[in-house]
């Protein structure tokens, strides 16, 4: 068959199909065409022939046409591809084109597929995946990309969050579309202040992150006041004027930081900003954000370590200071942990007061020194410590005295130390706590006198029978004149007021000697004994346990 032949042939048969089809000689040429071709491309028959290849393929599909002629050997089909070809108004056709070779002839058919819409309708939903429906603005899947585009790039970037303050209040007075509304206006504000290429996502109900580019070379003050200033505008609906205003935390991205990570450290910015009144924007700081690492793993820790035992007593003498004999010993707690070892408790007991695990860890510190204590030397007081949280729950009178009971320790034995932060939480709740456990014959200290806020009401008219003057009072009174006469002062008004005082972080015999000058009765402090653990006799203390 020769090719004019087939050039017939081809004709009326590809004017049988609805697809675009093709005959071309190996160089290119086209030799035969149909109408569906001439339509798809917005061209005639004359101009198909004008045309040269380099006109019609998109040059960065050349190599891919090049393969096509060149290596099309086989009289199989072949494909698809996707090439494009320009349109006779100079936009680009994207088809998958099918080829095999017709060895009778040596030309190739090529059959096409218009998938310009197809490829248009992935595109949308790839966009449409990555947008925020309401703003518009990216959603979390859209800045994740940008920001790891962002890293491949090898540069530090900006990262800024946003929220909303009281958003839920805004929803819930003025109803959802108003919410609505003032997301959108806050969105369109954002775009209006940041520079062009940054990119701005809307990630969850009323936070919003702001990406810029190293390219863009951001100034963190410059963009920090313009994201803030964005709130300093009600937002107008009709004729009201809804208030709002945001908080944001910013992070300078080192391009090798994990996302999730930048964004935690931008959140915990942000949450440093809700906290300070007097800041509407925070730059993050590593080290504030390395305390914060710190303090959550302390904080998982210790929860996961409620109920399993590692909380346990210590004990340190509180003595007589005329023969240094032991009237007392304090429990402290420790904890005894699996990894970092042992712990004092000015480590954990704060966070444990503001997780509300404290009762817990109190009851366990507590059943551990009383159980030792029966073995200690008769006359020998157990002084506890109790946080606000513990005074402040019934229970805890008859925890006591049932633990006293079976242990076989007088309650007069007992003496509870509290702090002024007791006081101050509820002074009648406090007061009635306080009256019903000295009313079961438990003595009650006033721990840490002089740290706070040091109120000399309390100390005159609370029923205390003891009081532990800080050892920051001890320590200072060499600092200066004033220091020295607080120092001396305190001591005078508490013996005055005739409670039992105890003066606590006696260190050196210098210590000592001043407080036998002063005439003062009980001290605690290293120079008479380091806290150990229970049941250890003082002599035969393990050094290095003794630390603690
Ligand atoms: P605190 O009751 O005033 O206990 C004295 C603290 O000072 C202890 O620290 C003790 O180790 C330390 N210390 C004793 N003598 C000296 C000294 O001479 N120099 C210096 N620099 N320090 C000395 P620790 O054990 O870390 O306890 C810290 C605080 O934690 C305690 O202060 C107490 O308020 C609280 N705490 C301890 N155990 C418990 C507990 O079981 N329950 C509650 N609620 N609080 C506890
Ligand atoms: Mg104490
Ligand atoms: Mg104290």
Redesign the pocket.
Known sequence: MDQPHARTDFHVLAEMIPAPALMLRPDGTPVGWNRSYLEMLGIDDRLVVERTIDETMHPDDMDATALILSETTLDIPLGPTDLRVMHHDGSWVRASWMHRLDSATGLLLVVAMDVTARHELSRQLMVEARTDALTGLANRTGLVEAIEAARENGSPYLLASLDLDRFKRINDTWGHHVGDLVLIVVAKRLKRALPLGSVIARIGGDEFVVMVPHLLDPDPTDIGQRISKIFAQPVADGGRQIPIGGSVGLVVAPPEMHTEDVLRRADFSLYESKTDATRSWVLADSDAFQRQQVQLELEDDLRAAIGTGQFR??V?PIVRISDRSTVAL?????WYHPVHGVR????F?ESA?NLGL?TE??RD??EHAIMYHQNADAGVALS????AL?VAQETLIDELVATTEVFGIENEQMIL?I?ESTLVANLTAARNSLEKLQACGFRISL??FGAGYSSLQYLATFPLDQV?L??SILAGRTSSKAAGLLTEAAIDFIQQLGHELVV????TEEDHEYLVERGVEYA????YG??RPVGVPMSTTNPTLQR?
């Open positions: 007593s210590h340190q304090e429990a402290l707690a420790r004092a408790a000015g480590a007991i007061e404290i860890i109190g510190v507590r506890i410590n109790l946080s513990e130390e702090t721990d840490d532990k800080d050892r606590e972080g006696v260190e605690q402090g290293w120079l380091r806290p603690n």
